[in-house]
């Protein structure tokens, strides 16, 4: 089969990772993979912090806990929302139409490419809990997220310490086709 079409068929979500940390130059290749991605009308309108410092990691987890637990919510026996992964890219968009979209492009690039180089990812949708803890311009700040730009996703990444899990089965009546 392809090997674009196997990594597509192929990616999950990993959820433990090797202490060990990601290549420069491979984290760079990640990175422009995400940057390539489509957006509307070319617009590009999209900004990643990329984070490897570990006490950041840590402090983002912990803040994004904090604030699951101030509405009740419950991350189970996990003790970390990037599962101690060594890189975490926040993805943050300009707040205008189809960001979401956009942003949803340059994430799945961004995953692709860590499998297509033979590391594992996880898309991390819990940091937006960080605002309920803290104060929107405090967390912008420690991002370093552009004015007018709001945080979307997150994906955490690094090298496997976990076979990837079978993919759970497509639901059925998904696709119809007009021929
Ligand atoms: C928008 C979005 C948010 C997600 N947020 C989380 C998250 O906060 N924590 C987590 O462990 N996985 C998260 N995931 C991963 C999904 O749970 C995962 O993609 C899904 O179960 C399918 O599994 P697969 O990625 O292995 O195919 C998220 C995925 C998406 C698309």
């Known amino acids: ?29 990640i990175i422009k993979a995400g940057l390539y991605a489509p957006s509307a009308k070319n ?4 900004h990643f912090t990329v984070i490897t410092n570990q006490d950041v990691i840590n402090q983002l987890s912990d803040m994004a806990l904090e ?12 003790d ?6 060594p890189v975490v890219i926040v ?36 940091t937006r809990y ?12 420690l991002l370093k997220i552009p004015e007018g730009y709001e945080h979307d996703i997150s994906i955490c990444l690094g090298y496997p310490n976990e076979k990837e899990p079978e993919a759970k089965p497509r639901k059925e009546n998904i696709v119809d086709y007009i021929l």
């Open 1 to 29: 089969m392809n090997k674009t079409i196997e990594d597509i068929l192929n990616r999950r979500s990993i959820r433990a990772y090797q202490n060990k940390p990601v290549p420069e130059e491979d984290l760079k290749t």
């Open 43 to 46: 617009k590009q309108e999209w």
């Open 67 to 78: 604030g699951m637990k101030r509405l009740g919510l419950n991350k189970g026996d996990d």
């Open 80 to 85: 970390h929302i990037f599962y101690h992964a």
């Open 91 to 126: 993805l943050s968009s300009k707040i205008a139409g189809f960001s979401g979209v956009n942003v949803g492009c340059a994430l799945e690039n961004i995953a692709l490419a860590a499998k297509a180089l033979g590391y594992g990812s996880c898309i991390i949708g819990e």
């Open 130 to 141: 960080m605002y309920h803890r803290n104060n929107k311009i405090d967390v912008d700040k």
